[in-house]
């Protein structure tokens, strides 16, 4: 049973940066597509990012791209968000999320995930 764990949140100044974790185990990710969500309060829970690691495909959505980068370590069997340039829009609760995937591309909504994390909150305030 995969396992998910994410790590990083915080809380950071309008502008600044963070570096969300998802470590996984029970599985090794090369056949997995990992997405990255967050949840707003008051809002539904939308998608970030994903990456499909077989292709290497990655997607970003328009709110975050180049911004945001997501990556992989293989050895840590670890995904990664890096948030740089950040504002309070995108304070909320981040999940990652992982389901067995080997096609072109990654699947971009929630319903197409299997396993999921806790969550980290990440907070951009001055």
């Known amino acids: 049973q995969l396992q998910l764990v994410e790590s990083g949140g915080g809380l950071v100044q309008p502008g600044g940066s963070l570096r969300l974790s998802c470590a996984a185990s029970?599985?090794?990710?090369?056949?997995?597509?990992i997405g990255w969500f967050r949840q707003a309060p008051g809002k539904e829970r939308e998608g970030v990012s994903c990456?499909?690691?077989?292709?290497?495909?990655?997607f970003y959505e328009d709110a975050v791209k180049g911004r945001f980068t997501i990556s992989s370590d293989n050895a840590e069997n670890t995904v990664y968000l890096q948030m740089n340039s950040l504002k309070p829009e995108d304070t909320a609760v981040y999940y990652c999320?992982?389901?067995?995937?080997?096609?072109?591309?990654?699947?971009?909504?929630?319903?197409?995930?299997?396993?999921w994390g806790q969550g980290t909150q990440v907070t951009v305030s001055s």
């Open positions: 990456i499909s690691k077989s292709s290497g495909f990655i």
């Open positions: 999320a992982a389901r067995l995937f080997e096609g072109w591309g990654c699947p971009r909504y929630e319903y197409e995930y299997q396993y």
């Open positions: 029970g599985a090794a990710l090369d056949k997995y597509s």
